[in-house]
């Protein structure tokens, strides 16, 4: 009896120990999830769950496994299973690991997850982050059934379901082929954050990292810190720590160099009360170091409000920056600073609705060879997370950004980008963090697309037969800055073809012996992947003959004693319309002949009306009367012997001598 008892008072010891160990657990879990340490929290809370491992049951409040006099000394008001596995889920989500933020999203949603409206919508979020498109869906479309109020998530859960839609669009994209993406090894990418890349000079990387720092002292590692990397086409060397005065626990980073190399600015920030507040500050450069950061004033840092990312523009005088205060249009908006020859901005605006949207937008980057503006967003339909987007333009109008697509963009988060490329390749060399291949933290890629020759091709024709004109000298004319880029002859079936780095304004001109020159201007495909561009024939008119030169317009026929054409004749008649059209300066006359059958009065009247005929016809193609003279000329000028020498019939000569034909008589400026 004793020995049960015994037996009884060591079981209850043991159950009243392990219900103080889950209240500890649970305890501690609580407070570093308000003091915003997700880390810590999410472990503490896991320790719980596993201390108290049991089935949950749905709407189960109690957190306790023993009766509440086990651990009456401690009144704390605790978590219960439900809202540990929430936050649990939500601290995942707040560290970026998205594969055990969605488990335990799934988990609460399991146990019932009517007191955590939003849990359903994150568990969406996860799962498009973790590339579960079609579940993602599922579950959206399930949150918007159950969420019923028009609230800021019912509309970014239809932008969503829009991403969504844009994801698999990207991921079928043709040009796939064309893109290198590489993820940096050791030592640009170690345990921790490594992020937001900028170029000191051509070999020098700069970069932010929370790698850990034997150099900084005791509980010191894991503070965002700036560190310089020697990088050569793509690899890197040594990475050190910048000589950059940073002192306790005060992280920064995301730095900028104006094109001096003299002034850095950067981001200091501290999390206080589960809030990151952050600054921007300036450094100077002094000797192999750089001088104590000094906060900007109130231009850039609104009291109780955050700026960070700054990026100095081109032309040294003007600063770009990230920050959440009044004058925006919501969350991070981008902002633009004057600065005067010191360095210190004297005034600041914001970039406005075409590039700010109710959502955050950060990073900025501008790219001075094309003239575009980078920054990274989460407020428009994209592939999830930020995403790069870009702006074409200039400080005072920017055009609608667009996004990046795949795979310069992820699922996951993509932010702060810098590029080494061209005009007409900003992709050409790019530097950029994601955390898409990282299990919680921002990491270093580098990226870089091939841009294949385009491929622009043609035929030249003559206009009176559409036939191809071979031996055409072609030459390719840049509209813009107005000279040639390329000249070549046409083939034998009139065909010419060249290539291009990018489509480009162009025009082509043709031009050979006979014709008149003929041109055709061309733009870039609608198409933006396109590598082919197929233009139009360029048609080419023959050129005017001599003054009084008579040429005769050959299959012009008329019925037997009449004026009217016969079918056929209108070929030969549109050739001539074509030749009037495209020289506007000319008048002709347009005669008809017959042969000496019939007599001579009988003959002229007949030549005249078959000439007016053939000038009504020109008139209904649109050239103008007054450029048309009416001629019947009878059989006063043969051309050929309407008689043998023997007296006999020439039925031959007779048919050359019935001919309609047309010579230029007035020129517009004289010849």
């Known amino acids: 009896m004793k020995k049960i008892f015994a037996t009884g008072i060591i079981g209850c010891c043991m159950l009243a120990a392990k219900a103080q160990f889950t209240y500890d657990y649970l305890r501690a879990a609580d407070n570093y999830y308000k003091k915003a340490d997700y880390f ?48 649990i889920a939500e601290s995942y989500r707040l560290l970026h690991d998205h594969a055990k933020a969605a488990t335990y999203y799934g988990k609460t949603l399991e146990a019932g997850g009517g007191e955590f409206p939003l849990a359903r919508y994150y568990y969406a979020v996860e799962l498009r982050a973790l590339a579960s498109y079609e579940q993602a869906e599922k579950e959206l479309n399930l949150f918007l059934d159950e969420h019923t109020a028009e609230d800021q998530y019912t509309e970014s859960a239809k932008k969503e379901l829009m991403s969504l839609r844009f994801i698999q669009t990207q991921l079928k994209k043709k040009d796939l082929k064309l893109y290198q993406v590489q993820k940096a090894g ?27 720092d034997s150099l900084a002292g005791k509980h010191q590692s894991h503070v965002n810190r700036v560190y310089t990397a020697a990088v050569t ?17 005060m992280h920064q980073g995301v730095v900028s160099v104006t094109p001096d190399g003299n002034t850095l600015f950067l981001t200091r920030w501290m999390i206080t009360g589960g809030k990151k507040v952050s600054g921007i500050y300036s450094s100077r450069k002094t ?26 523009m081109p032309d040294g005088k003007h600063l770009l920056y990230a920050s959440d205060k009044p004058g925006g249009a919501g969350g991070f908006d981008l902002w633009l600073a004057e600065l005067d020859e010191n360095g210190k901005p004297v005034k600041t605006v914001n970039l406005g609705e075409q590039i700010n949207s109710a959502a955050d937008e950060q990073a900025p980057y501008y790219h001075l060879p094309s003239a575009t503006l980078v920054f ?20 005072d109008k920017w055009q609608t950004p667009v996004n990046f697509g795949y795979p310069v963009n992820s699922v996951r988060d993509d932010i702060y980008l810098v590029s080494r490329g061209g005009a007409r390749n900003i992709l050409e060399d790019v530097w950029l963090s994601s955390d898409r291949e990282a299990a919680c933290c921002l990491e270093l890629f580098y990226l870089k697309k091939i841009q294949p020759k385009k491929l622009v091709s043609g035929t030249v024709v003559s206009c009176e037969d559409k036939m191809p004109l071979a031996g055409v000298t072609v030459r390719i004319i840049d509209t813009i800055q107005h000279k040639t880029v390329h000249t070549q002859t046409t083939a034998g079936d009139g065909s010419y073809s060249f290539t291009l780095d990018e489509f480009q304004p162009l025009k082509a001109e043709a031009s050979v012996s006979g014709y008149s020159n003929g041109s055709l201007p061309f733009y870039t495909p609608g198409d933006e992947e396109a590598q082919l561009l197929i233009n139009p024939a360029i048609c080419l008119v023959k050129d005017v003959p001599p003054m009084e030169k008579a040429v005769v317009l050959d299959n012009v026929y008329y019925d037997f004693d009449k004026a009217s054409l016969k079918a056929g004749a209108q070929t030969s ?14 008048t002709i006359e347009l005669s008809a002949h017959t042969d000496n059958k019939g007599s001579e009065a009988y003959n002229q009247r007949l030549s005249e009306a078959r000439a007016r005929a053939c000038v009504a016809y020109l008139i209904s193609k649109g050239i103008d009367k007054n450029r048309l003279r009416a001629k019947g000329y009878g059989s006063a000028r043969p051309i050929a012997p309407n008689a043998n020498e023997d007296g006999s019939d020439n039925p031959e000569g007779r048919q050359l001598n019935r001919r309609t034909e047309f010579k230029v008589v007035e020129r517009a400026g004289g010849e």
């Open 40 to 87: 810590s929290a999410a472990r503490y809370y896991e320790k719980y769950l596993g201390v108290a491992d049991h089935k949950l049951k749905k709407e189960e409040y109690s957190p306790y496994t023993v009766p509440s006099s086990a651990v009456k000394k401690n009144k704390t008001p605790l978590s219960s299973r439900q809202q540990a596995l929430y936050r």
């Open 186 to 212: 050791t030592p640009l990418n170690t345990e921790g954050a490594n992020y937001a890349p900028v170029w000191l000079n051509k070999n020098t990387l700069l970069f932010t990292s929370t790698r850990a």
């Open 233 to 249: 086409e793509g690899i890197a060397g040594d990475i050190k720590a910048l000589p950059l005065p940073q002192a306790g626990s």
């Open 287 to 312: 000797g192999n170091g750089w001088s104590e950061p000094v906060l900007l004033d109130s231009i850039i840092n609104t009291p109780g409000y955050s700026a960070q990312q700054p990026f100095v």
């Open 376 to 395: 990274s967003g989460n407020g428009r339909i994209g592939m999830g997370g930020f995403d790069f987007f870009y702006s074409k333009g200039a400080i």
């Open 573 to 586: 008649l549109d050739k001539l319309a074509a030749l009037l059209h495209a020289h506007p300066e000319i």
